[in-house]
């Protein structure tokens, strides 16, 4: 099954989500590509987000349906409350949440472009 991720998606996201967490938009594993599953830029964005450091030297930039103040603010909550959620295990969240990243920006490193 192909994982998409739309704007309406993103904007289902409440503040509640955020506090209690949620796994409503995180793919399954199976849908995970394997660059995910084992690591890129996306995911080390991810684990920074969620650890709450700076990932040096990189530039995000939204897709077109993204690419607002208001759509912003719903994908930090959306990264939020899957990050927060204590299942799956923290490989899966990780790898899900930079391929949910991938799907609204491109984010790329040192002239370095993931896919």
């Not at 030297?57 to 909550?77: K, M, N, T, V, Y």
Request: glycine share 6%; with cysteine.
């Amino acid at each position: 099954m192909t994982y998409s991720l739309s704007r309406a998606d993103v904007d289902s996201i409440t503040e509640d989500d955020v506090k209690c967490s949620t796994l409503k938009l995180l793919p399954g594993w199976e849908d995970i590509p394997a660059d995910f599953r084992n690591g890129n830029l996306y995911t080390r964005l991810a684990e920074a987000r969620l650890l709450d450091y700076q990932l040096p030297g990189i530039s995000i930039s939204f897709l077109p349906e993204f690419d607002d103040a208001a759509a912003c603010q719903a994908i930090d909550r959306c990264i939020t409350a899957h990050l927060n959620a204590f299942a799956p295990r923290h490989q899966h969240r990780i790898a899900g949440v930079g391929y949910m990243i991938s799907k609204v920006c491109t984010v790329t490193s040192d002239g370095f472009e993931n896919p």
